[in-house]
């Protein structure tokens, strides 16, 4: 097994790593990252945060790193969303005209004479040739200026106590008028939160993403396990999580 990225909008496979070379783990200063830029941590052993490599592009396939606000290229110390160019993209969504036009056409600001390019949504860097995901543009969580990305708050709060699984939790973000609050559905079984522990384990929860990411949740509810909406595939569904709450199908929670 080797390390790669695709999608089926460009009918799977952009890169990968040759399996006969270890994959390539980078470790970068988490402050830059929440800033939006690349700065590796030479010679510091279990520092930073990791990251692993997806190679390098196969075929005629090209990839530009971009501005998701702006459609600038973004030169290779700065994290933008992966958009690609070549013969495996496909021609646009069935019967979806106008999201086929956003998505499959679009154009890097400035550079015309580079064609039509397909916006992934995914967030990126290139780094020696090698692809590098950090995460989805639009599950992004700003808090304070800095970007958080939810896969790393949610196994921050996995990792926190035995009585959680992975794949058990979705963070996102709200705004309630006058600030963006982060906000973090937790599934746990009844026999965890009996005798006061959801007050304990709430803590512990709290205190693992502040001690990794260095940020504070506003808000952890405990959720029934499965309770969280999924995919087929069984990934989170985010957005459809921060509907939910929006609509109180989850109940109050509380600050840690």
């Known amino acids: 097994m080797c390390p790669g990225y695709g999608l089926a909008e460009n009918t799977l496979k952009l890169c990968g790593s040759p399996d006969d070379r270890v994959p390539t783990v980078l470790r970068l200063d988490p402050d830059a990252l929440h800033a939006g830029r690349v700065v590796p941590l030479a010679g510091r052993d279990g520092a930073g945060v990791p990251l692993v490599g997806c ?12 501005d998701p606000v702006t459609g600038e290229a973004l030169p290779g110390d700065r994290v933008g969303e992966i958009w690609i160019s070549g013969p495996c993209v496909a021609c646009g969504y069935h019967a979806r005209p106008l999201e086929s036009e956003q998505t499959f056409r679009a154009r890097i600001t400035g550079e015309p004479h580079r064609g039509r390019w397909l916006r992934t949504g995914d967030l ?27 896969q790393d708050i949610e196994w921050s709060a996995e990792q926190s106590d035995p009585a959680l699984h992975p794949n058990c939790a979705a963070a996102f973000a709200v705004d309630d008028g006058s600030t963006e609050r ?22 512990r929860v709290a205190d693992a993403v ?18 969280l909406p999924k995919t087929s595939s069984g990934k989170v569904q985010r957005r459809d999580s921060r509907r939910r709450y929006l609509e109180g199908e989850y109940g109050p929670g509380e600050a840690p």
Do not use: C, M
């Open 182 to 203: 982060v906000i973090l559905l937790v599934e746990a079984d009844g026999r965890a939160l009996r005798n006061g522990g959801a007050r304990s384990l709430r803590a």
């Open 124 to 150: 990126g860097f290139r780094h020696d040739d090698e692809v590098f995901v950090t995460g989805r543009w639009k599950d992004v969580v700003i808090k304070r200026g800095r970007n958080f990305y939810p």
């Open 55 to 66: 190679g390098v592009t196969v075929g005629a396939s090209e990839v530009a790193i971009v």
């Open 210 to 227: 502040l001690d990794r990411q260095r940020l504070r949740i506003d808000e952890i509810i405990f959720v029934r396990r499965g309770a």
